[in-house]
């Protein structure tokens, strides 16, 4: 039978708010998503300046780098409840909000203490973010879930990239303080543009389920807050194996993500390049994981087996940091390499989406997996520190830092290759 044909503009009385509701949701989409890594990488270049002035210890910069996963740790599992009470684009606002305040705030701080403090609050915002994105996602373009994908990776990345690249030459002009809080605008226009979102969605909600009572369908998905939020899985996340092999995996990509975040500037510094040098290798890390990651959710979302596009992504982690140990002298052959392995942390997020198939699902697993592979990573840049501090040298942080998560990361990406969506596995539809 031939498909009927589409019913005319004018018989379609929520065409048009869906319309607008989307393009506004695209752009506060992507101007939230530039905020996800900046928090961290606008710090992480200045670590070395600020330390100075404050005096604080390798042990300290590596709380810092953890300071991020604890925040994606404990928000992660709160975030889906915050939603549920407040809303997706209300809680997409308040993340935004939280961070641009942080930001700002942190530029003023007067020692190491109140320092950790105001970057926490910076990143509770961006810990929210992280979970909210992708069933808003889900939620608005559930037809567009590969072309989505990619646009908040590039933003994310694009937000990771640039502020290492910049900060080092930024303080020496202005002074570290603006440096760090400049990047504050950002955060405040996704807070406005998410505000403004909301209220669309507020005024736009007694019209379409008016339209949608006529008609005797529901409203279109991504019209609104439950357009696409379905059910949600049949038990809780946290008695699914699924969930748990996916924070294992994401946990595992995510303890090196920070731990290069955090202390690449260190290595690469310490083996004799300058630090405005080594920021510009972190963006070069940032950007390197931009391109590989332009092809990641498209060859996730249509894998039928997912451990080949890990494991590489693995690899490139392994040869990285086997090259900046022993080479650091080709610096940027290997920083690319790590951004192959960076890239993974595109592959995980995309994950997400393609294991659920409603918007409740996608929130659910979105912040468990974010919560306790967040949970899991925070060993990594305090681990990588700390046994710096003990041991005197690299050679142990390299191996049980590094080499362990990947090993740890190789065999749960092989458990976990098969996509099973996580409504099937929470109603018994493979072993939990």
Known sequence: MRPSPAPAAADRPSARPRTRGRALALLAIV?????????????????????????????????????????????????PAIMRRLGPEATAALSMLLTGAGQVVRSFAPDTGTLLVLTGIALTGAALGNVVLPPLIKQYFPDRLA????????????????????????????????????????ALAAALLWAL????????????????????????????????????????????????????????????????????????????????????MVSLMVGSSLLFGL?????????????????????????????????????????????????????????????????RGSAALSGFVQGAGSGIALGGPLLFGLLRELTGGWAASYALVAGGSLAVAFVVA???????TIEAAAAGGRPG
Do not use: K
């Open 147 to 186: 072309a989505l994908s990619t646009v908040q990776m590039v933003a994310i990345h694009a937000g990771a990239l640039f502020p290492p690249l910049v900060a080092v030459p930024l303080a020496e002009a202005t002074g570290w303080r603006f440096a760090l809080g400049a990047w504050s605008v950002l």
């Open 197 to 280: 979102q909301g209220r669309r969605v507020r005024r736009d909600a007694p019209a379409l389920a008016a339209s949608g009572s006529r008609s005797g369908a529901a409203p279109a998905d991504g019209a609104g807050p439950e357009g696409s939020s379905g059910a949600g899985p049949a038990r809780p996340i946290w008695r699914v194996g699924t969930a748990w092999r996916m924070a294992l995996l994401f946990g595992m990509v995510t303890w090196n993500v920070f731990t290069l975040f955090t202390w690449l500037p260190a290595l690469l510094t310490g083996a004799g390049h300058s630090p405005a040098a080594a920021g510009a």
């Open 295 to 359: 092809v990641a959710p498209t060859l996730t979302l249509r894998a039928v087996n997912t451990f080949p596009i890990v494991a590489l992504g693995l690899t490139g982690y392994a040869v990285g940091y086997l090259g900046v140990a022993a080479a650091p002298q080709l610096a940027p052959l290997w920083v690319v390499c790590l951004g192959l392995g960076t890239s993974l942390f595109v592959v995980t997020m995309t994950m997400i989406n393609a294991r659920s198939t409603t918007a």
């Open 31 to 79: 101007c939230a998503a530039l905020n996800l890594r900046l928090v961290v990488t606008s710090l992480s270049p200045l670590l070395a300046t600020v330390g100075e002035e404050f005096g604080f210890t390798a042990v300290v910069v590596g709380v810092f780098g953890t300071l991020p996963l604890i925040a994606f740790a404990v928000f992660g599992l709160v975030t």
């Open 414 to 420: 092989y458990v976990e290759r098969t996509p099973w």
